[in-house]
Each structure stands twice: as structure tokens, then as C-alpha cells.
């Protein structure tokens, strides 16, 4: 997908963004909510926030056995949501989706979603005072611990031979000052601030699928790479995984950033205006993904202003090469 952030695309306001999604299948309520009101109602009913943007919030869909990539998403705004997954396609509004959950009636989910409205109220002064708090951007993570990690990859012919069968060379293992923990059994990504200063670190195991994020790692206020993509031009590809953004990059495309999750901010959004008048969305063949990368277009245009085109592409990648299709 490409977005050019000076010209014209033809899908203009938010109720035709939600009709492409597949909200107005059915009749859509005029109902508004408060920014975390909808956030509020469907965690009280036991279901966990996976990512969310501006305007939509992310989770695994309760209909059916969605374990691996979040499938559902709701809008912020009027509680309409759906699951993406053809096989299942739930939908409706907040009301319904109480009611299918937690097997209630109409009154007693129209209760709980008004009780809800009222927590919000009563913890809206506190709320505003931590908004109000100063509070640094970041906190440095040790650039000594990432330098002896790098060191320890080289001593590891295990890891090495994991990131080669990554597709990851070894030029990119120095470029990006890749390390290895051989007390963790992870191989390890730095993640930086937009102006390079080292906040993180992602971690994966190199015998099954475990990832391990250093704590608090500040993902919504930054992106895998863009402290060096942003040196290189106006144009970024965007990519979900730092591998992923890795094997672009030595595909001859430095100008990539990873956004480390199947979500994207506010903040990342304000990141990409700042530094970037085109982007180039590049997706795996999951739907899951595109569905992520559509997501994420809507709201990158929709924070930026109306009257812009956009150019859809599809991605194929394999660990070995990438292919245009």
C-alpha cells in the first residue's frame, strides 16, 4: 500500500473508512462514546485489548478459536465491531457484543455499558492531572548491556546459525548491532527513539516461538529503525516485525521502519507526518496482515487530512527474497 502524503485519495470521512471495514452491514448506531468508554466496557466483560490505534481497538474474537493474530476490531467512537475472519464474521454494535458474551439482555447490557460511562466520569480528574504531569520521553536503556550482548552473539555459533536461517546476514547482524543472551536463550533487536537513543531491546527465543520485550519498552512512541530511515529520505516502508524490517534493508531498502506489533499510536502516526510524505505498507500473505496494514492506512490518512489517494500493493515475502505482486 502507498500512501503520498501531497496528494489527493478518494476515500474521504470516517463513516466511508468504517463502511470499507465492514461496519455498515448492518444499521449503524448514532450512539458516541467517550474515547475510553468503549476500552472500559469490553475489558470489564473479559476481553484483553491486543493493540489499538486512535480510533480502533484491537482483540481476539470470542466466537471462534482466534489464539495466533487478533482478528476483531472496534471503533472507539460508536461501539460498532467486527471480526475479519471470513469463517466467522461476527458482528454488531457494543450492546450485542455484551449481550452474545455474557449472555444478557438488552436492558442489563444497556445498564452495563452506562456504568461504565460513569467510571469513566468519576476518574476523569485524575486522569487529567497524569496527563498534565510532566514526564520524559524516554528512558535510556544501558548501551553497555546491548554491546556485551552483541559481543555474545559472536561467540555463539548456535545463534548465528539461527539468524542465517532468518535470511539475516551478516553485514545486518553489524549494522544493526544484532546480540544474543545465552543466559535467556534469545537473540536480541535494539530499539531506539526517533533520535537514537537506545530504549530497549526485543528478545527471541531460538528454539520455539517465545518473544521477550525489555520492560517497558516504549513501542507507542516509536518504531524499530526510524532513527536511521528518517536520514535517508522522505518515503518509508512500513514493516510489523524488526526481522522483517531487517530483511527489506538488506533487500536495498534502509528506509524501513517496523512498528513491533500488529498496532500503531497516535504518537507513531504523528512520527510518520513528521518525517515521511509517502509510505509504502508492505504485508505478509496472512490476511491478519492486511487487515493490520489497512488499519493502519485509514489512520495515517484519516490523522493527516482528507482528499488523498492511495495505492494499494501486496506483498509476498519468503525468509530467502520478496516478491512484488
Known amino acids: 500500500m502507498e500512501v503520498l502524503n501531497?496528494?489527493?485519495?478518494?476515500i474521504c470521512g470516517k463513516e466511508e473508512g468504517m463502511a470499507i471495514r465492514g461496519h455498515n452491514t448492518r444499521e449503524a448506531s448514532s450512539t458516541k462514546y467517550a474515547p475510553d468508554h468503549i476500552k472500559s466496557v469490553i475489558k470489564s466483560i473479559g476481553i484483553?485489548?491486543?493493540?489499538?490505534?486512535?480510533?480502533?481497538?484491537?482483540?481476539?474474537?470470542p466466537f471462534h478459536n482466534n489464539t495466533h493474530?487478533?482478528?476483531?476490531?472496534?471503533?472507539?467512537?460508536?461501539?460498532?465491531w467486527l471480526c475479519f475472519n471470513p469463517a466467522c464474521g461476527e458482528s454488531g454494535t457494543i450492546v450485542d457484543l455484551i449481550k452474545k458474551v455474557l449472555h444478557k439482555n438488552d436492558f442489563?447490557?444497556?445498564?452495563?455499558?452506562?456504568?461504565k460511562e460513569n467510571e469513566i466520569l468519576d476518574n476523569f480528574d485524575q486522569a487529567l492531572a497524569e496527563a498534565l504531569e510532566d514526564k520524559p520521553d524516554f528512558k535510556e536503556f544501558s548501551q553497555e548491556t546491548l554491546d556485551n550482548l552483541y559481543l555474545e552473539l559472536a561467540n555463539s555459533k548456535e545463534a548465528l546459525d539461527y539468524f542465517k536461517?532468518?535470511?539475516i546476514n551478516e553485514e545486518?547482524?553489524?549494522h544493526f548491532k544484532l546480540g544474543y543472551s545465552n543466559k535467556q536463550g534469545m537473540v536480541i533487536v535494539p530499539v531506539h527513539s526517533p533520535d537514537g537513543t537506545p530504549v530497549g531491546l526485543v528478545g527471541r527465543s531460538i528454539t520455539d516461538k517465545r518473544f521477550k520485550n525489555s520492560t517497558n519498552l516504549p513501542r507507542s512512541k516509536t518504531m524499530f529503525n526510524i532513527h536511521r530511515a528518517k536520514r535517508v529520505g522522505d518515503h518509508v516502508i512500513i514493516v510489523e516485525s524488526s526481522f522483517d524490517a531487517i530483511r527489506v534493508h538488506q533487500a536495498g531498502f534502509p528506509n524501513v521502519v517496523a512498528t513491533l506489533g500488529g498496532h500503531i499510536s497516535p504518537v507513531n502516526i504523528a512520527l510518520l507526518n513528521k518525517y515521511?510524505?509517502?509510505?509504502?505498507?508492505?504485508t505478509d500473505a496472512e490476511w491478519q496482515a492486511e487487515i493490520w496494514a489497512f488499519i493502519l492506512l485509514i489512520n495515517f490518512v484519516i490523522k493527516t487530512s482528507c482528499g488523498r489517494r492511495m495505492n494499494m500493493v501486496r506483498y509476498i515475502h519468503t525468509r530467502q527474497k520478496m516478491q512484488v505482486i
Do not use: H, Q
Not at 510524505?277 to 508492505?282: F, L
Open 69 to 80: 493474530s487478533p482478528s476483531c476490531s472496534i471503533s472507539k467512537e460508536t461501539g460498532a
Open 276 to 282: 515521511f510524505n509517502k509510505i509504502t505498507i508492505m
Open 108 to 115: 442489563e447490557a444497556i445498564r452495563l455499558v452506562a456504568s
Open 165 to 167: 536461517s532468518r535470511g
Open 48 to 61: 484483553n485489548v491486543a493493540g489499538e490505534t486512535n480510533s480502533e481497538i484491537a482483540f481476539y474474537c
Open 172 to 174: 545486518a547482524v553489524n
Open 6 to 10: 501531497d496528494s489527493s485519495w478518494y
